[in-house]
């Protein structure tokens, strides 16, 4: 029978993704529609652009830092399950019944070698790295936009457009079997966090509105979060199908 912390994080987890995709459909209507008289507040821009690279660099931070990241994630769970999420990990070994070896920050049971890529000697998370790579892209895409001269024009909807294909696809990573290669994984991850830019460019050159910018910025880290969680259920769902009795990573 399920425990009442298991039922709670998967009400949390429906509530993320409905929330996500209810605030997807939004960001199309309104690039669509656009109510908001624009603004020509001068300090919109920078404003905006200091606010997303501020969520890019706390989002490269988490791949670096990951204990702090996964202790916010899994409140609650056992501490030895601190180390499993975000960031680029030399070999890490966790004492169990017989010693279960961490790559990428994931076990070497064959279960997540679709979660995973090797680059010479070193196995990085594919996932991960995508989110790295991708915030890097971002970072350096809101730079030129919002402080540089870069301009969307006539593109701004269809960047929306694409900008939502990337965040859909990041958000249904984890659920489609179709998905489960760490190729596809890292390019979803990496089209995913530059969605996220291109929606909000591509709404700023719509609306122009400090308030709209912000509640886009707001969002992306909401889409983040849903993509953390989905990828923290699709361990436990691997887990929870593995017959191991020496293993007790998802526990």
Request: glycine fraction near 8%.
């Amino acid at each position: 029978m399920p425990s009442p912390n298991h039922k709670l994080h998967n009400l949390t987890l429906l509530f993320l993704i409905s929330v996500s995709f209810f605030g997807l459909i939004l960001t199309v209507l309104l690039s669509l529609y656009m109510p908001i008289s624009q603004e020509d507040f001068v300090w919109r821009k920078p404003l905006v652009g200091s606010a997303f690279g501020a969520v890019c660099v706390l989002g490269t931070l988490a791949v670096f830092f990951p204990r702090t990241c996964s202790s916010f994630f899994d409140a609650g769970k056992r501490e030895k399950r601190r180390n499993r999420f975000f960031g680029f990990k030399q070999n890490v070994s966790i004492s169990h019944t017989t010693t279960s070896t961490l790559r990428g920050h994931h076990p070497l049971c064959g279960h997540f070698s679709a979660h995973i890529f090797r680059l010479g000697s070193r196995i990085f998370c594919a996932t991960c790295s995508g989110l790295f790579i991708g915030a890097l892209i971002a970072f350096a895409g809101a730079g030129m936009f919002f402080f540089g001269n870069w301009q969307m024009g006539q593109n701004a909807f269809l960047a929306v457009l694409v900008g939502a294909v990337g965040v859909v696809l990041g958000l249904l990573q984890s659920p489609l079997p179709m998905l489960q290669n760490s190729v596809i994984r890292l390019f979803s991850s990496i089209f995913f966090v530059v969605g996220t830019f291109l929606i909000l460019v591509g709404i700023e050159e719509l609306a122009r509105n400090t308030s709209v910018d912000l509640f886009l910025v707001a969002l992306s880290v909401l889409w983040l979060m849903t993509r953390i969680s989905l990828s923290q259920w699709d361990h436990e769902r691997i887990c929870s199908k593995c017959t191991s009795g020496s293993c007790n990573f998802a526990e």
